[in-house]
C-alpha cells in the first residue's frame, strides 16, 4: 500500500506530519497486534526529490523526486501558502494529474484541495479546504461545490479535508475505509488522539 506524501517549499507542517503519523501508527498497530495485513508504505516525493522548506521552517528531505516515485494507491497534498505558486507550476500538476490516475484514493489537507482541483482530480467535485481559503475556491467556480461545515468532504475517491489538524481526521477515516473501523481506533488510541474537549483557558 503506497502512500505518497507530496511536498513542496511553504507547505503547513502539520497537513502532511499529522497523516504521516496517523499512516505510520497504523502499520505499528498492524505490527503490534500481528495482523495479516498489508502495511502502508509511507513516502514523502517532491519535484526534485531535495530538501523542502515548509511553512514554519521545518526541512524535510523529500525520499523521492517525481521522477522516480514508486506508483501510489493514496496520495496526499498538503496545503500552505505554496499552493498558491504549485498551482501554476505545470510539473508539479502534472506530477498530481499522472499519479491520480492509478491511485485508489487522492487526498489533499487545507489548500492542498486548491492543487487537486487546477490538476483535475477535484474538478466539479465537492470538496473543502481551510476555513480561510472557502471564498477564493468558491469564486474559481471549478467545484461542484465548496463545503464550510464539514472536517472532510468525500466525492467518490477524491477526499478533501479543512484546515490542518482536520487531516488527522481525514487520515482515521481513510485508514479505517482502507483496512478496518476496529484498526482506525486502535491507531487513534496509539496515538491518544483525543481532540474533545477543545482548549479551555481554565482548567
Known amino acids: 500500500m503506497n502512500i505518497a506524501i507530496v511536498l513542496f517549499d511553504d507547505a503547513e507542517e502539520l497537513d502532511f506530519v499529522g497523516p504521516w503519523e496517523v499512516f505510520t501508527m497504523a502499520g505499528n498497530v498492524m505490527d503490534f497486534q500481528k495482523l495479516p495485513l498489508e502495511k502502508p508504505h509511507v513516502f514523502t516525493v517532491?519535484?526534485?526529490?531535495?530538501?523542502?522548506?515548509?511553512?514554519?521552517?521545518?526541512?524535510?528531505?523529500?525520499?523521492?523526486?517525481?521522477?522516480?516515485?514508486?506508483?501510489?494507491?493514496?496520495?496526499?497534498?498538503?496545503?500552505?501558502?505554496?499552493?498558491?505558486?504549485?498551482?501554476?507550476?505545470?510539473?508539479?500538476?502534472?506530477?498530481?494529474?499522472?499519479?491520480?490516475?492509478?491511485?485508489?484514493w487522492v487526498t489533499s489537507v487545507c489548500t492542498g484541495s486548491l492543487l487537486l482541483t487546477v490538476a483535475g482530480p477535484a474538478k466539479g467535485k465537492a470538496v473543502t479546504t481551510h476555513w480561510g481559503y472557502i471564498p477564493q475556491l468558491r469564486e474559481r467556480g471549478?467545484?461542484?461545490?465548496?463545503?464550510?461545515?464539514?472536517?472532510?468532504?468525500?466525492?467518490?475517491n477524491v477526499v478533501t479535508s479543512a484546515g490542518v489538524s482536520a487531516g488527522i481526521?481525514?487520515?482515521?477515516?481513510?485508514?479505517?475505509?482502507?483496512?478496518?473501523?476496529?484498526?482506525?481506533?486502535?491507531?487513534?488510541?496509539?496515538?491518544?488522539?483525543?481532540?474533545?474537549?477543545?482548549?479551555?483557558?481554565?482548567?
Not at 506508483?71 to 499519479?99: C, F, H, K, W
Not at 471549478?142 to 467518490?156: K, S
Not at 482506525?184 to 474533545?196: D, I, L, W
Request: aromatic fraction near 6%; glycine fraction near 8%; charge should be negative.
Open 142 to 156: 471549478e467545484n461542484a461545490v465548496v463545503r464550510d461545515d464539514m472536517r472532510f468532504v468525500r466525492d467518490g
Open 169 to 203: 481526521d481525514m487520515a482515521l477515516w481513510l485508514v479505517g475505509q482502507i483496512w478496518s473501523p476496529d484498526l482506525a481506533r486502535a491507531t487513534q488510541k496509539g496515538m491518544e488522539y483525543e481532540p474533545a474537549p477543545p482548549y479551555q483557558a481554565m482548567v
Open 46 to 104: 517532491s519535484e526534485t526529490g531535495g530538501t523542502v522548506r515548509c511553512a514554519k521552517g521545518m526541512r524535510v528531505i523529500a525520499d523521492h523526486s517525481f521522477a522516480d516515485a514508486p506508483r501510489a494507491d493514496l496520495i496526499l497534498v498538503p496545503g500552505g501558502q505554496g499552493t498558491r505558486r504549485e498551482a501554476s507550476n505545470p510539473v508539479m500538476l502534472d506530477y498530481i494529474a499522472e499519479a491520480a490516475k492509478t491511485a485508489t
